[in-house]
């Protein structure tokens, strides 16, 4: 994984990606604008089609003015850079404790089934991998795809969601439980009158005595 | 401001800007370390430099702790440092343990063994089981050129190589790729390093991940036998250790010394190794029916005897090469005055630079550890990253630290650091346009190429003038610079072993048919034509292969002798092996020359040599001395009047690593001529 893949086309940016590099490169200093060197190889990787070929990391170095090692150094730290050529719908699924927890190696293994090797882009120009925590465990198990999460799923949701992707049909962001971004259940939500919320209120000794009566 | 703290329980004062390991280095107490080295910048990623502060949570590391962050205690009590408790040894017993997780046992294979950081901390601070059940990681090797060799599974991640291309070679060619576990130290996808100083890396790992690639497998630290000498592969002499084994150098080392090299050395004086086993000339030769043919010495003694005889004194001359020692200069001259000829010359390069303006006009006044204290200077027709990295890489360090200004005359060339480029030709060289305004401490550096022009004199003057203007010219400062290339060259100009007059310069002897013997004193630079040659040197190179008689010497690695570095400084050679074959010192071959032709100089032994030498010129005296001059020479020489011409600077070295006869030979330097050349084609 060392040696990235070639473009076989000269990159540069599209005029409206160049505008938006400009702005970054204005938020530094003079002479520090290698600062922008995240938020720049994100504008690249975007415009590539969501990857980093070693012809954009030429371009990026010269365009920051830094050698080029500091610019593949970068690349290769975070893993929001790929470095391989990714699907048109890239599945970054979550790995981590609470999502593997909530069934997360049932997608994986589907993943596997559906699309095949990680890292690798499908005939129908899909790929995944499996990534760190993404951050939103109480929605577990969560897939990143693309732009969005899309939380609470089960194989059969996924399965869905996969086949639509295929079938060039829309795809729901978000939680595909019945329930509002990480709110409890719809089913399970019991929407209490003001009078009840201060009968609870009153009842409530404080919290250490609390918890021994319980 | 200065600190007092308690260290171990002894008291000590220091100044407050230093770190803790600084201070501890000062107490004389060991710090085990990886990552921090004093010449780089801190990374404190190695954290084996733990120690205990009163007060603090956990153990520091001492590398970026500060004193002037140490508190005093809750009632005014001295802060205070412990290095030698149970908690610091476990804390590095820790951080050795998380180190040899990764690292593979191969000490029994590797090159590092025996002058291991790593081994010789594991003796303290190692346990002797791995608590660790899983798989050591491996990584894929690189190749990063000819003369490193990575082993990179061994690499404990200090990241000293990167700190060192960045900071002092300024090439930023290595880099730390991934993350974490997965860590790669590389250069971009693998190119080769194009660093002069790329050897240093080798030196400053720790561990045996970057090892010489020329050395692989070759000898054992502890078989090796260390002499102390000095390298004249360019003219300031860098201070190195020869390691030998039996009758062979098996590498070269760095020396410390902070006035000349501080402890880097350039790529050529480190892998010049292998160009002192071949192509030697371990037989006198003589040239019959055109032929070279092997011969006793008494023989080529003989012949040449006869030689000498048949010619007229005023028709022999002498040329002396770029690494001769001050001594076989010194007899050269002598013998060539019993002869009774007074044409010699030390510039075979065909430089004009003389002595007859003082000391002060042909050496690198503010020294090279004065180029720090320096706030501009003006580079005129040198590209000192070739004629001297080391210096580059002083001058570097001090642009570093910032409020430098540098402007260049002559050629542009990527030096590692910016400079504004101000013309390409002398008439460039004029205080309006150099805006040297509220600079105090200027350097003039003025290469060794400027005086292959006819106006070279005249730039000096010019130069002179313009130092004087700006008052780089004063009695605790004196800006102007010549940066030498050879290293014989200021002993030569010291030992006046120059021509009386502008007809017997070097080339002018090799070219006319008014010299019918010629002496070339490891001279290899220059063609003779027309006449006999006599070459006494220690390569069979362009010098030997015209020659009519041939005779072996010594090289430098070979001898004792005394050399003048660029600044004007005496150092000298220690023999580390002896020559191969029949070669003999070069001070033996010229006293036994003398001898036969009865014109006996009356030297039994090389103290003799020397005490000579030091009678007739006492600047060779003392070792690691400059002798300092006064500036009344310079005053009349920019009187002079100023005739510069129009015509760009150039610079005469074409390859950094094929430089002199030993470089030529080497097989190593070869290889990195390819690939410079190679990466040069590929850039365009």
């Known amino acids: 994984m060392t040696e990235n893949k070639k473009n076989n086309n000269n990159f540069s940016f599209t005029k409206e990606n160049l505008l938006l590099a400009e702005r970054e490169l204005k938020k530094y200093p003079k002479g520090r604008e290698g600062s922008a060197i995240i938020s720049i190889l994100w504008i690249a990787q975007r415009q590539n089609k969501g990857w980093l070929s070693s012809d954009i990391i030429d371009y990026i170095a010269k365009f920051l003015d830094l050698p080029q090692i500091r610019v593949m150094e970068i690349a290769t730290f975070y893993t929001m850079f790929n470095l391989n050529p990714v699907g048109a719908h890239h599945f970054q699924i979550c790995g981590t404790t609470p999502c593997m927890l909530s069934g997360s190696e049932k997608l994986k293994s589907l993943l596997y089934e559906e699309i095949g090797e990680q890292s690798s882009v499908s005939k129908d120009n899909l790929s995944w991998v499996e990534v760190e925590c993404l951050g939103a465990c109480c929605n577990a198990p969560v897939i990143q795809i693309n732009d969005d999460y899309y939380e609470d799923l089960a194989v059969t949701d996924l399965k869905n969601i996969i086949d639509d992707l295929r079938n060039k049909k829309e795809i729901k962001p978000g939680s595909y439980k019945d329930r509002l971004s990480s709110a409890p259940d719809n089913k399970n939500i019991q929407i209490l009158t003001e009078d009840e919320i201060e009968e609870i209120a009153k009842n409530r000794t404080k919290p250490g005595l609390e918890a021994k009566n319980a | ?684």
Not at chain 2, 658 to 674: F, P, Q, Y
Request: hydrophobic share 35%; glycine share 8%.
């Open chain 2, 1 to 684: 401001m200065s600190k007092k703290i308690l260290i171990n329980g002894r008291e000590y004062e220091f100044e407050e800007n230093l770190t803790l390991i600084q201070a501890l280095e000062l107490t004389d107490i060991e710090v085990p370390r990886f990552c921090y080295h004093d010449k780089l910048s801190i990374a404190g990623n190695c954290r084996m430099c733990l120690v205990e502060v009163k007060g603090a949570p956990k153990p520091v590391a001492s590398c970026h702790f500060s004193l002037s962050d140490l508190r005093p205690g809750p009632n005014g009590e001295l802060p205070e440092v412990l290095t030698n408790t149970d908690q610091v040894h476990n804390a590095r017993k820790g951080a050795m343990e998380f180190l040899l997780v990764n690292h593979p046992l191969d000490c029994p294979i590797c090159d590092q063994g025996g002058e291991c950081d790593l081994q010789d901390q594991a003796l303290h601070y190692g346990i002797n089981k791995s608590r660790y059940k899983e798989n050591k990681r491996a990584v894929d090797n690189k190749n990063i050129g000819p003369l490193v060799k990575t082993t990179m599974t061994r690499c404990i991640h200090c990241t000293r190589c990167v700190r060192f291309t960045s900071e002092v070679a300024g090439t930023e060619e290595l880099g730390a790729i991934h993350r974490g576990e997965n860590m790669e130290i590389t250069t971009y996808l693998e190119k080769g390093m194009s660093s002069e100083l790329q050897g240093n890396i080798i030196d400053l790992c720790p561990v045996g991940a970057l090892t010489s690639k020329p050395y692989e497998y070759h000898a054992r630290p502890w078989e090796l036998r260390k002499t102390e000498s000095i390298d004249v592969m360019d003219g300031i002499g860098s201070n190195i250790r020869i390691d030998s084994k039996g009758s062979e150098v098996m590498r070269i080392m760095p020396r410390y010394n902070e006035e000349i090299n501080e402890e880097w050395i350039s790529d050529k004086t480190r892998f010049i190794w292998d160009g002192l086993k071949t192509q030697r000339i371990d037989t006198p030769y003589i040239r019959e029916n055109g032929k070279l043919i092997a011969v006793s010495w008494d023989r080529a003694l003989t012949l040449l005897t006869k030689l000498i005889k048949k010619t007229d004194p005023g028709r022999i001359g002498a040329i002396a090469g770029d690494m001769v020692s001050a001594e076989e200069m010194f007899l050269m001259k002598k013998l060539m005055e019993k002869i009774g000829s007074n044409k010699y010359d030390c510039r075979q390069d065909g430089s004009i630079l003389g002595n007859q303006y003082g000391r002060s006009s042909y050496i690198f006044n503010p020294t090279i550890a004065g180029i720090e204290n320096a706030d501009a200077i003006v580079i005129i027709g040198s590209n000192p990253r070739m004629e001297s990295p080391v210096l580059n890489a002083r001058i570097r360090k001090r642009w570093l630290t910032g409020n430098l200004n540098i402007y260049v005359v002559g050629q542009e060339h990527d030096l590692t650091y910016d400079y504004t480029f101000i013309g390409d030709s002398p008439k460039s060289i004029n205080l309006k346009n150099i805006p040297l305004n509220g600079s105090k401490n200027i350097i003039w550096l003025l290469g060794d190429d400027v005086f292959l022009r006819d106006d070279g004199m005249d730039i000096l003057s010019q130069v002179i003038d313009c130092a004087e203007k700006t008052g780089a010219i004063r009695d605790d400062w004196n800006g102007v610079a010549v940066l030498h290339k050879y290293a014989s060259r200021v002993a030569g100009l010291d030992l006046d072993f120059l021509p009386q007059d502008e007809k017997h310069t070097a080339q002018k002897m090799a070219s006319s048919s008014e010299i019918e013997l010629l002496f070339l004193l490891d001279a290899d630079e220059i063609d003779a034509k027309n006449k006999h040659t006599v070459y006494i040197g220690s390569h069979g190179d362009r010098g030997a292969t015209n020659a009519d008689i041939v005779l072996p010497g010594a090289c430098y690695t070979e001898k004792n002798g005394l050399y003048m570095n660029t600044e004007g400084r005496l150092q000298e050679t220690n023999r580390a092996v002896f020559p191969p074959g029949d070669a003999r010192d070069n001070w033996k071959i010229i006293v036994e020359i003398s001898k036969r032709v009865k014109k006996s100089l009356n030297y039994t032994n090389f103290e003799d040599v020397r005490a000579g030498l030091r009678k007739e010129y006492p600047i060779f005296t003392n070792i690691n001395h400059i002798e300092s001059d006064t500036f009344q020479c310079l005053d009349q020489l920019s009187d002079q009047k100023q005739k510069l011409n129009g015509d760009a600077f150039s610079n005469t070295i074409t390859d950094y690593y094929l430089t002199n006869s030993i470089a030529r030979s080497s097989k190593v330097m070869g290889e990195c001529s390819m690939q410079k050349n190679s990466i040069e084609i590929k850039n365009g």
